[in-house]
């Protein structure tokens, strides 16, 4: 506001008139007036840039604070089931394609994969009914190349073994975790006999 009312000032003595002479006034001003004025203008042209400066940057804050906020306030977990009998060879992922529940888009189905969105404590439930005769399978929870925890699963005769596990990790954002079976070749009953949760406890960092 200053820097348009001492431009207004500067436009009043540039167009003022002398009364007798009909002259302008700025004749009679010094150059010392006249720079000292144009040397205020440029300051309050300067003060304004920064202050514009400071809203972008106020604006980019806020921003970037309000994703803060959705994420801490966003639910993370889901529940995925297998629909139909399935058999895996030793060390592929399984891949559970009925989906439950995904609240925040971490389970990839098509990948049989659960990448955490942000970095935090995690509990995963694993329950497994395995196909095949006389055999015994070990069912892997892994964090991309480190094992997180195993259950263990067969099919005897008439007698079929459900294996159920839970289990905590704390989590990097991006961790990949997944399933897969240690055993040549596993099968895995369907019609939801076997499911695989996670569920976010804490964010973390």
Do not use: W
């Not at 500067?10 to 150059?31: N, R, V």
């Not at 289990?167 to 961790?175: M, S």
């Amino acid at each position: 506001m200053k820097h348009f009312l001492i431009f207004g000032l500067l436009c009043t003595i540039c167009c003022a008139k002398e009364p007798e002479t009909g002259s302008c006034l700025l004749d009679g001003a010094s150059d010392g007036d006249i720079n000292a004025v144009r040397l205020r203008l440029a300051e309050e042209r300067e003060r304004r840039l920064l202050l514009e400066n400071d809203v972008q940057l106020l604006s980019l804050r806020y921003a970037q604070l309000q994703r803060m906020l959705n994420q801490v306030l966003s639910p993370v977990g889901f529940v995925v089931k297998l629909s139909v009998n399935t058999n895996i060879q030793n060390g592929e992922v399984l891949k559970l394609d009925k989906v439950d529940m995904n609240e925040g888009n971490g389970y990839n189905p098509a990948l049989g994969v659960f990448r955490a969105p942000v970095k935090g404590m995690y509990m995963f439930s694993i329950t497994a009914m395995t196909r095949g005769e006389g055999k015994y399978v070990h069912i892997l929870l892994m964090n991309g190349d480190k094992e997180l925890t195993r259950l263990f699963s067969g099919d005897i005769g008439s007698g079929r073994m459900v294996g159920a596990v839970s289990v905590p990790a704390i989590l990097n954002e991006n961790d990949n975790i997944f399933i897969k079976a240690f055993v040549t070749p596993a099968g895995f009953y369907g019609e939801y006999f076997t499911s695989f949760t996670g569920l976010l406890i804490q964010r973390m960092g």
